[in-house]
């Protein structure tokens, strides 16, 4: 199962303030993609969706990185 990593200040290029991110990352950790939003608020809310999407999903697996 994926995992939605703990969200966190992140450094972005081009963007002014104090972004906020987090990962996505296979169950043993390896990160899969990193979201970053220009709010912790933004950031909590979207990390949820996320987290209830894996929840209620039948399957949730990798594309083959051959593709």
Do not use: C
Not at 31 to 39: D, G, K, R
Not at 51 to 57: G, P
Request: hydrophobic share 40%.
């Amino acid at each position: 199962m994926w995992k939605v990593g703990d969200i966190a200040p992140v450094s972005v290029l081009g963007v002014d303030g104090y972004p906020y991110g987090f990962n996505l990352t296979t169950e043993d950790g390896k990160p899969l993609v990193s979201f970053a939003y220009v709010t912790r608020a933004r950031a909590e809310e979207a990390a949820a969706q996320i987290q209830a999407a894996i929840e209620n999903a039948v399957e949730v697996r990798p594309h083959s990185q051959d593709d």
